[in-house]
T-cell receptor, first 115, second 113 residues
Framework: GDSVTQMEGPVTLSEEAFLTINCTYT??????LFWYVQYPGEGLQLLLK?????DKGSNKGFEATYRKETTSFHLEKGSVQVSDSAVYFC??????????????FGAGTRLAVHP | DVKVTQSSRYLVKRTGEKVFLECVQD?????MFWYRQDPGLGLRLIYF???????EKGDIPEGYSVSREKKERFSLILESASTNQTSMYLC????????????FGPGTRLTVL
């Protein structure tokens, strides 16, 4: 079945460091791919998405490119801030025949950024 | 902005109690979802609903039931709470379609003693 694998955390960085969080997926066909972020004490919110191969999603300085050949969707940011400290979830979306979509999430990666 | 609200942020119940978790969304979304979030496991889908009075089992439905009597409201029911149901419960809503995101509520942290 479909699955998403993320690098284990926590990831600890100093402010202005470069960030990569790896995400790979297993799925048939061409799922849409998402990164969600969960700030402390809050629910998840969409960070970025890509709906087809070679698409690049971007938001708030974060980027991720849908790589079908490596089945990956790695999250990157050139210069992290303390405010980026959160848990990041990679997910894929499977559209089902009943007209609804199902999200399959990775385990999440906690990022801690220190001044 | 889309808003998804959940009835409680924190809840403490005793083993065997019947527990109701309520979720309301204000964007007229067809689809609503209940997930549980556990460390190291990410989010796992319990149940979802694609229309009023319609429901589908997710990946871990055992010990749970749901109710959707109105489009904006989706309830998760623990018929007889057990300690292994201690978790964070997240509700989400969204428009049908694989490219469409889901919008999440703030979560309910349930502790079953």
């Amino acid at each position: 079945g479909d699955s998403v694998t993320q690098m284990e955390g926590p990831v600890t960085l100093s402010e202005e460091a470069f960030l990569t969080i790896n995400c790979t997926y297993t799925a048939t066909g061409y799922p849409s791919l998402f990164w969600y972020v969960q700030y402390p004490g809050e629910g998840l919110q969409l960070l970025l998405k890509a709906t087809k191969a070679d698409d690049k999603g971007s938001n708030k300085g974060f980027e991720a490119t849908y790589r079908k050949e490596t089945t990956s969707f790695h999250l990157e940011k050139g210069s992290v801030q303390v405010s980026d400290s959160a848990v990041y979830f990679c997910a894929l979306s499977r559209f089902l025949s009943g007209g609804y979509n199902k999200l399959i999430f990775g385990a999440g990666t906690r990022l801690a950024v220190h001044p | 902005d889309v808003k998804v609200t959940q009835s409680s942020r924190y809840l403490v119940k005793r083993t065997g109690e019947k527990v109701f978790l309520e979720c309301v969304q204000d964007m007229d979304h067809e689809n609503m979802f209940w997930y549980r979030q556990d460390p190291g496991l990410g989010l796992r889908l319990i149940y979802f609903s694609y229309d009023v009075k319609m429901k589908e089992k997710g990946d871990i439905p055992e010990g749970y039931s749901v109710s959707r009597e109105k489009k904006e409201r989706f309830s998760l029911i623990l018929e007889s709470a057990s300690t292994n149901q201690t978790s964070m419960y997240l509700c989400a809503s969204g428009v049908a379609g694989a490219n469409n995101e889901q919008f999440f509520g703030p979560g309910t942290r349930l502790t079953v003693l």
